[in-house]
């Protein structure tokens, strides 16, 4: 899988200047959402659940879940807002999450889903266009790590032709659900 590091140079403050809130809304919901799957996969991986394969899926995962917080909260700095950050957030799991590879797996390949439907609704709705690149190319990369979660769960590796964007209040929503 391809590492999400080569989208940081795209994401510049400049195509945060002047950024409507509703773009910025989108910004720090998927924020949220970056920072969520970075936590659980933290957590996944400290559970030592996870087979070899699994493991290092889970850690390039988690590496390209950092680039694209890092890249967004750079965004929301430069609209001149405070990116939320690991420490701002008390995620919780459904009880019996870390207990196997396959309830680890079932979640991520939850959360991978609806992340990647969160980006497709901000490339749709934001009106800077400067976002829309940025946010498209991570968004390719959440279909990515969907594909190689699919190989994991035994799904087919290409979903249907036209990936689902998730409007924001439902993502908003969904998060809700991991915040203690």
């Known amino acids: ?85 690991a420490g701002d957030i008390d995620f919780s799991y459904p009880k019996r999450t870390f207990r196997s590879q396959g309830s680890i797996l079932k979640l991520a390949w939850k959360l991978g889903t609806l992340t990647l439907g969160a980006y497709l609704g901000a490339v749709t709705n934001v009106q800077t266009p400067g976002l829309r690149q940025p946010l498209g190319q991570i968004a390719a990369n959440e279909a990515q790590q969907l594909s190689a979660l699919a190989l994991q769960l035994r799904r087919p590796v290409i979903g249907g032709a036209f990936a689902a964007a998730v409007p924001i209040d439902v993502v908003s929503s969904a998060l809700d659900e991991y915040e203690s």
């Open 1 to 85: 899988m391809a590492s999400a590091a080569g989208v940081s140079p795209l994401l510049r403050p400049a195509a945060a200047a002047g950024v409507p809130d509703s773009d910025l809304a989108y910004l720090r919901l998927l924020v949220a959402a970056e920072l969520l799957k970075t936590d659980f996969q933290t957590q996944a991986l400290r559970s030592r659940k996870l087979a070899s394969a699994s493991a290092s899926l889970t850690r390039q995962m988690h590496a390209d879940d950092t680039a694209h917080y890092r890249g967004l909260a750079a965004l929301v700095k430069a609209a001149g807002q405070p990116p939320t950050r």
